[in-house]
């Protein structure tokens, strides 16, 4: 037992000198993920509203749906599909079933006995 335990200590150091030298040569790249991340997705304060408001008015405004090319319309429109798509996917694995959901006891009804 003692030389399988051996053996398998053998095998086993150069993989973790393999990691360790993987984990050093990533850290560069993970400081600046998580710097990034830090900023980008943190929620949004009280100083962003203003500027979210704005822009929704000016995403939902009429004279920038008017000058917009058929390109970009059809662009807009995969997009809205797509999320379509997403929700609609994200439903069916929530229910667990393509039609309809399974309430317990609202599929077996007991017959009504007539008096």
């Known amino acids: 037992m003692a030389a399988k335990a051996g053996s398998f200590v053998e095998k086993l150091v150069p993989l973790?000198?393999?990691?360790a030298n993987l984990a050093k040569a990533q850290q560069p790249r993970l400081e600046r993920f998580w710097a990034?991340?830090?900023?980008?997705l943190?929620?949004?304060?009280p100083g962003d509203i203003p500027k979210i408001?704005?822009?929704?008015k000016q995403a939902v405004s009429i004279n920038r749906i008017a000058n917009l090319s058929v390109?970009?319309?059809?662009?807009?429109?995969?997009?809205c599909f797509e999320i379509f798509l997403c929700y609609e996917i994200g439903r069916i694995v929530g229910k667990r079933s393509l039609v309809g959901f399974d309430i317990e006891?609202?599929?077996?009804?007991?017959?009504?006995k007539k008096s």
């Not at 973790?16 to 990691?19: A, M, S």
């Not at 943190?42 to 304060?45: H, I, K, Q, V």
């Not at 390109?71 to 997009?79: D, F, H, I, S, T």
């Open 16 to 19: 973790l000198n393999r990691g």
């Open 71 to 79: 390109k970009e319309v059809m662009l807009n429109a995969a997009v």
């Open 53 to 56: 408001t704005t822009g929704i």
């Open 36 to 40: 990034v991340a830090k900023v980008e």
């Open 105 to 112: 006891g609202a599929s077996h009804f007991p017959p009504i």
């Open 42 to 45: 943190a929620p949004p304060g």
